[in-house]
């Protein structure tokens, strides 16, 4: 990896993106749970555009990681 690209992941953010994001943990939390049935969860459309918006960072990271790695993605 000696021509290698570094790699960063945006360090700013709102009290909202900490809301959004504290409720999209909520949303997974309560879809992994086996004892959720019938609870009711409250989650606004943007907290899962908030969080679509997380797994395509993740994803793009991992991509740059892959490229800038210059082998396959196994060795990472």
């Known amino acids: 990896m000696s ?3 570094i790699i960063r992941a945006p360090v700013s ?3 909202e993106d900490y809301f959004h994001c ?3 943990i909520d949303l997974v939390e309560y879809l992994l749970s086996p004892s959720t049935d019938g609870e009711s ?3 606004t459309p943007d907290d899962i555009e908030f969080l679509a918006r997380l797994v395509y ?3 793009n990271i991992m991509g ?3 490229e800038a790695s210059e082998g396959p993605d196994y060795v990472i």
């Open 57 to 59: 960072r993740a994803y």
């Open 22 to 24: 504290s409720n999209c």
């Open 41 to 43: 969860l409250y989650i």
């Open 3 to 5: 021509n290698s690209k």
């Open 64 to 66: 740059d990681v892959i």
């Open 13 to 15: 953010f709102t009290d």
